[in-house]
């Protein structure tokens, strides 16, 4: 089955700690994104990659880092540097053919990241 | 600067009736696609339906409709015959053509979204 996975499902971060989350998708989409959503609202855009080797920074990229080696992974790392980073984190990918308005994204099952 | 403002905190609907949850959109882009996602308490975003703002006809997905109406700036989903499983939030996003590079073009933009519960 194609999909988008994310893992860890939950994670703890003691303060001063940099932690990474993980995003997989087998769904030969060359577009990927990476989703914040904090309580009782949407979601805000923090990076995201059209392209292998190639990223840019969404609304809220500060005190975030994103890497895209591979086509099928698109790994997340919060540092030290963000402020406040307890919240729900998602993955999207999208095929990122033709125009934007028409490429739907989908998401993955998301990844709590509480700071303790 | 594109907006999306959904006015219905949460919805109630008996089973096996419809339910209209209601979303309005603010852009100056003539072209513009209109998403609505479910998520349920789990957390995943489940896509629904789209519509595109040059589509002449109301898009359908089994159960799922949306009544675009362009001109009121408007596309509110309609879920007929709710079932117990569609309890959930509904989030209505937008997403415009904007250009290649720039920090909104990846972007959904979403509303606060309508939390929905269905009565047995």
């Known amino acids: 089955d194609g999909g988008i996975t994310q893992s860890p499902k939950y994670l703890f971060r003691k303060e001063g700690q940099n932690v990474t989350l993980s995003c997989e998708q087998n769904l030969n989409h060359d577009a990927m994104y990476w989703y914040r959503q904090d309580p009782g609202q949407g979601l805000r855009l923090i990076y995201y990659s059209q392209i292998v080797n190639d990223f840019q920074k969404g609304d809220i990229a500060e005190g975030y880092s994103v890497s895209r080696e591979k086509k099928e992974s698109f790994p997340l790392t919060v540092t030290s540097a963000q402020k406040n980073p307890t919240a729900f984190y998602l993955c999207?990918?999208?095929?990122?053919?033709?125009?934007?308005?028409?490429?739907?994204?989908?998401f993955g099952p998301g990844t709590r990241l509480t700071v303790l | 600067a594109q907006k999306i403002t959904q006015t219905q905190p949460g919805m109630f609907v008996q089973e096996k009736e419809a339910v209209t949850l209601d979303c309005t959109y603010d852009?100056?882009?003539?072209?513009?696609?209109l998403f609505w996602y479910k998520q349920p308490s789990s957390g995943e975003m489940i896509f629904l339906i789209y519509?595109?703002?040059?589509?002449?006809q109301n898009a359908t997905e089994g159960r799922y409709s949306l009544n675009f109406q362009k001109a009121r700036k408007s596309a509110n989903l309609v879920i007929s015959a709710s079932q117990l499983g569609d309890s959930a939030m509904y989030f209505c996003?937008?997403?415009?053509?904007?250009?290649?590079?720039?920090?909104?073009?990846?972007?959904?933009?979403f509303g606060q979204g309508t939390i929905l519960t269905v009565h047995p």
């Open positions: 519509q595109g703002s040059y589509d002449q």
């Open positions: 852009t100056s882009d003539p072209s513009y696609g």
């Open positions: 996003a937008m997403r415009g053509p904007t250009n290649a590079g720039g920090t909104s073009y990846g972007k959904l933009t």
């Open positions: 999207a990918s999208s095929t990122g053919r033709g125009p934007p308005h028409t490429d739907t994204q989908y």
